[in-house]
């Protein structure tokens, strides 16, 4: 009988095949989705769990005091991506169709900052601590960015953890400032990549020899409000106390601690600025005067006021103190000037951070080396194991891997991701490899360093290089050497995650074709979205749109594309514009008919002002096309290349050079202007995700 059965259910099984009816003989595994960073590890389950847009988020009775916030800020980003709908938060026990929180705070299951995610009818978390809990929501959130249809998210359980407790990103805002809403898409970027730890350099200065070798004119900043120096804060762009305390405290919301940085007793300029007599006249005045008692007070001083009362301006638990590149000849004074500052900062209850640097500065001076951290950056100013053989705690930060410089010529430009990905992880420091698990290595950071102000840097620009590095790097800080696949599979599939839910600072605008954006013969848009129409008339007999000055504006989807893109319209303006009269506008750029007065074309973002060399005709037709990438900007006239903005430089009067970046992330936000429009027709108007090649722009 039961050689009977089995032949007649192989019979079945054939007559399904012939009839062209799927068959399963066992359930299909879901092998383990793509996150970045990969999960560590996965058990796939058969079918997937549909995602519906007001899900509930049910918190464990037992943590609400803890997981509450977790769930609340899930439910802001569901939010986000699925505008209209609203996910209920409560306390309770799991269900179908929920996601459930727990916590497993007393197991040995999962370490520090560990999470499981079982996706099953139910979706269910279980952390071993609030931040595990908040990882568990990144990768959520990563898997419904690639799932943007169906939203359907395999079924299985995820067992995942950092190797590495600090995964990090420094951020040189002294010598280029970064806006309050610029840190803050940072933290929730580096959330959603967990990445924990964000270094931000609050003070520094330029190189004089770009000044005309004057210190006095040499640009310097410190970021952050004194109210004992009042003239230490920087008057170009600065923080309050109460705008950083805020910033913390939501970095501490996204699971991102925040490193403050006052960088003492070189790249201190700011300080011999504001207080005279501080400054060395021997190495110079970005080197703060270590025999003069004033500087010891004045520094104490600044530090005090971040750190003192039962309500300090540094939230956090760690402090850096800079302690970088100071003069050799002075090791000893700069080693009592490092062990003062160690001890004052660690009385206030922080734990102290600092450039390594005791290589460099060797000598007979103690400094404490107990519960320090260093900031392993360069062999030649501490070698790695000879900081740990002290006692050192090291962030693997090294400089031939790890640092952008932004147009400089040297270090990198752009990260070398392919290289870091198969080659490097934070236990490489310079040319030495240590254990992956060595007790004294706590983690490793990459770098942005501004080293040339006033290079025409924006922070588009910035965060064109950051983005594909903190994809690579918050891999490689996760998993360690672990490798889920080959670079260019990562890399392919690396394009279908994002910056995190509502950013888009790379101004992506994705459509299926590269015509995103265009104006039709009757002044509307074809584009995702609405568009709202203000004082703009539409010319019937011209089939265009009469931008009439002042307040005369058109708003878009969007509020600009990044690199690279191409922008085509046809113009024709009346005669005399105003000055600076806009055609195209956003918060971060104008494109202008008379850039500052001259009559040319041109645009101006982050202070920054370029023209062409091109005067638009008056009373006449004229096709324009602009094209941008990360390296500049180009102008078309009548699909003629009429000038390309590119590898300029700027000339000191000592003969050195630096970079001149004229890059032009498109504003699209305003078609003119709520104040100062342009009085011109423009019609024809089309927008492209990509450049354009020199015979399509001819033909446009």
């Known amino acids: 009988m039961k050689k009977m059965k089995k032949i007649r259910i192989l ?54 005091k803890e997981l509450l916030p977790v769930a609340r800020l899930l439910a802001e980003d569901l939010a986000i991506i699925t505008p209209g709908t609203t996910a209920l938060v409560k306390t309770g026990q799991a269900q179908k169709g929920n996601v459930f929180f727990s916590l497993d705070a007393t197991g040995t299951s999962l370490p520090p900052e560990g999470y499981s995610l079982q996706i099953d009818d139910q979706i269910t978390i279980k952390a071993k601590d609030v931040t595990g809990a908040i990882w568990a929501t990144r990768t959520l959130l990563q898997l419904l960015e690639q799932a943007p249809q169906q939203k359907r998210l395999p079924k299985g359980t995820a067992r995942d953890y950092p190797k590495y407790e600090v995964r990090g990103f420094v951020l040189d805002v002294g010598r ?36 005309g070798d004057n210190w006095d004119s040499t640009y310097s900043a410190f970021r952050l409000q004194n ?47 504001a207080v005279p007599g501080v400054g060395s006249k021997q190495y110079g005045m970005d080197h703060l005067d270590l025999d003069n008692p004033l500087t010891y007070q004045v520094i104490d001083n600044v530090f005090r006021e971040y750190l003192q009362g039962p309500n300090p301006v540094f939230i956090g638990k760690e402090v850096h103190i800079g302690t970088d590149e100071y003069a050799k000849k002075d090791a000893e004074k700069f080693r009592k000037f490092t062990d003062h500052y160690i001890r004052f900062v660690e009385g206030f209850g922080k734990k ?10 060797q000598g007979t001076t103690p400094v404490k080396a107990e519960g320090v951290t260093m900031n392993l950056w360069y062999n030649g100013y501490a070698e790695p194991k000879d900081m740990f053989a002290l006692g050192y705690k090291g962030i693997s930060t090294p400089d031939g891997w790890l640092y952008i410089v932004p147009a400089a010529g040297y270090y990198y430009d752009y990260l070398n991701v392919k290289k870091l990905y198969e080659e490097w992880t ?39 290089r950051v983005f594909p590095a903190m994809q690579v790097l918050s891999q490689k800080m996760w998993g360690g050497s672990a490798k889920p696949m080959e670079y260019a599979a990562f890399s392919a599939q690396a394009k279908q ?35 709202a129409r203000t004082n703009a008339a539409f010319d ?25 893109y191409t922008v085509s319209f046809s113009i024709k303006p009346e005669p005399g514009n105003a000055a600076d009269a806009v055609l195209f506008g956003s918060g971060d750029a104008v494109v202008t008919i008379n850039q500052q ?45 009429k000038e390309k903005l590119e590898g300029a430089k700027r000339t000191f009067p000592n003969g050195k050079q630096t970079a001149k970046v004229q890059t032009l992330f498109f504003p699209l936000q305003w078609i003119g202007d709520k104040k100062n429009a342009a009085k011109a027709q423009l019609r024809d108007l089309k927008v492209f995700n990509v450049e354009l090649p020199d015979d399509m722009i001819r033909r446009l």
């Open 597 to 641: 007065g001259t009559g040319k074309l041109g645009f101006t973002r982050e202070g920054y002002h370029y023209n062409f060399d091109y005067s638009v005709p008056a009373n006449e037709w004229t096709k324009i096309v602009i094209e941008g990438n990360h390296k500049g900007t180009s102008l078309f006239v009548n699909g003629v290349l």
């Open 352 to 361: 102290v951070r600092m450039w390594g640097s005791l290589t460099h500065a």
């Open 227 to 273: 109210d004992t120096y009042p003239n230490l804060t920087a008057k170009d762009g600065s923080y309050t106390k109460k705008e950083f305390i805020a910033l913390q405290q939501m970095a501490q919301r996204y699971g991102v601690n925040i490193i403050p940085e006052i960088d003492v007793p070189a790249h201190s300029l700011a300080f011999s600025k």
């Open 497 to 531: 995650i994002g910056e995190g839910p509502g950013l888009n600072m790379l101004g992506r605008i994705h459509s299926k074709d590269s015509l995103v954006l265009a104006m039709d013969g009757r002044g509307n848009f074809t584009a995702p979205g609405k568009t």
């Open 426 to 464: 934070p236990n490489r420091i310079g040319k030495e490899t240590f254990d992956e698990n060595y007790p004294l290595l706590r983690g490793g950071s990459f770098a942005v360093w501004n080293d040339h102000a006033g290079n025409g840097i924006t922070e588009k620009d910035v965060h064109h």
């Open 176 to 211: 280029k400032f970064f806006t309050l809403d610029f840190l803050k898409h940072y933290i929730k970027f580096m959330s959603y990549y967990k990445m924990n730890d964000f270094h931000i350099h609050l003070n520094d200065n330029a190189f004089k020899q770009f000044f």
């Open 540 to 564: 019937q007999h011209e089939k265009s749109i009469r931008l009439k000055g002042g307040t005369s504006f058109i708003t878009t989807p969007f509020p600009g594309i990044g690199y690279g």
């Open 11 to 64: 019979y079945c099984l054939v007559a399904a095949v012939v009839a062209g009816s799927p068959v399963w003989v066992q359930a299909q595994t879901n092998p383990a989705p793509f996150i970045i960073p990969a999960l560590r590890e996965w058990q796939g389950a058969a079918g997937s769990f549909e995602w519906k847009p007001a899900a509930r988020l049910v918190v464990d009775p037992r943590y609400s």
